[in-house]
């Protein structure tokens, strides 16, 4: 009986470790995008955010790399495509209000705000 017991208890712990996977924490994942938009990695950006369910338009205002938003880190690190990527999701109005910085740090990403908003 104590055998049958110990058995089973082993085997549910088993199953049960088993059974539980790891849960990504949100910090990693805010980090590994600081990371990404840093390397204008744009096709490792996207995967990670199809994976994890998440939309540029919904992280965005909390999001920060360096004390910055990701469109301004963006335009301060050089990463243009990923630069562009973020300025075709997001809506209008928050591109508007990224425009005055964008205007000092990059003026291709500049260019490509303005082609969104006026076109």
Do not use: W
């Amino acid at each position: 009986m104590k055998k049958v017991l110990i058995v089973s208890t082993i085997s549910v712990l088993i199953f049960t470790s088993a059974m539980t996977a790891p849960k990504v924490k949100a910090a990693d994942i805010g980090t590994t995008i600081c990371e990404y938009v840093a390397s204008d990695n744009k096709n490792r950006l996207r995967s990670l955010l199809k994976q994890n369910k998440l939309k540029i338009r919904h992280i965005f205002g909390e999001l920060r790399c360096n004390g910055q938003n990701i469109l301004e880190f963006s335009a301060t690190s050089g990463s243009l495509d990923v630069g562009e990527l973020i300025i075709s999701k997001l809506p209008k109005d928050d591109v508007a209000a990224n425009l005055p910085a964008l205007e000092t740090t990059s003026k291709p990403l500049f260019d490509a705000a303005n082609d969104r908003i006026n076109g």
